[in-house]
């Protein structure tokens, strides 16, 4: 059965994750993993759950991209 599986997650203990529960409520996710952890940090407990429970045909849903992880490596071109 294909189902919608919400990720949410604040960087401070001061944030507040009302706006991603209702953004994900909105959009009738099964279940929503939460956490309070910075974006940088190595242990995601609450994200490696949600990977395990994501299932061939299931779609993962987060409110912005950056809270699935805080950077990304850029690649540098240089001039020809």
């Known amino acids: 059965?294909?189902?919608?599986?919400?990720?949410?997650?604040?960087?401070?203990?001061?944030?507040?994750?009302?706006?991603?529960?209702?953004?994900?409520q909105q959009v009738d996710c099964h279940v929503t993993y939460e956490e309070a952890a910075s974006g940088k940090s190595g242990a995601r407990p609450e994200?490696?759950?949600?990977?395990?429970?994501?299932?061939?045909?299931?779609?993962l849903v987060v409110w912005r991209l950056d809270r699935l992880?805080?950077?990304?490596?850029r690649e540098r071109t240089q001039p020809a």
């Open 1 to 24: 059965m294909k189902q919608r599986i919400g990720c949410a997650r604040v960087s401070t203990e001061e944030q507040h994750l009302d706006l991603q529960r209702d953004a994900l």
């Open 47 to 59: 994200l490696d759950q949600c990977r395990k429970a994501l299932r061939s045909g299931d779609t």
């Open 69 to 73: 992880g805080r950077s990304l490596i």
